[in-house]
């Protein structure tokens, strides 16, 4: 259960940096969306859906490793 927790926590954000790509690469191609008022405006729109995205993955990743890192470090202390 914990698992399937954490890959929803983690699809979430990579739709967003999906969508966030797909707004920039529409903004080059000239494919405006009628939902942003200005073409710049949703370059910046995808750039930051891109950012929010990708930072929640990488704190996830870094958070895990830190937290397995010391529990590596606590079970070597036992044994010794």
């Given at each position: 259960m914990?698992?399937?927790i954490a890959v929803l926590m983690l699809l979430i954000p990579g739709v967003l940096s999906a969508y966030g790509i797909k707004l920039m690469r529409?903004?080059?191609f000239n494919d405006f969306h009628p939902i942003f008022f200005h073409i710049g405006i949703q370059f910046?729109?995808?750039f930051l859906f891109?950012?929010?995205g990708?930072?929640?993955i990488g704190g996830f990743i870094?958070?895990?490793d830190r937290k397995k890192?010391?529990?590596k470090r606590k079970n070597m202390d036992q044994d010794k």
């Open positions: 914990n698992r399937l529409d903004t080059l910046v729109a995808g891109f950012l929010i990708i930072s929640f870094v958070y895990r890192q010391s529990e």
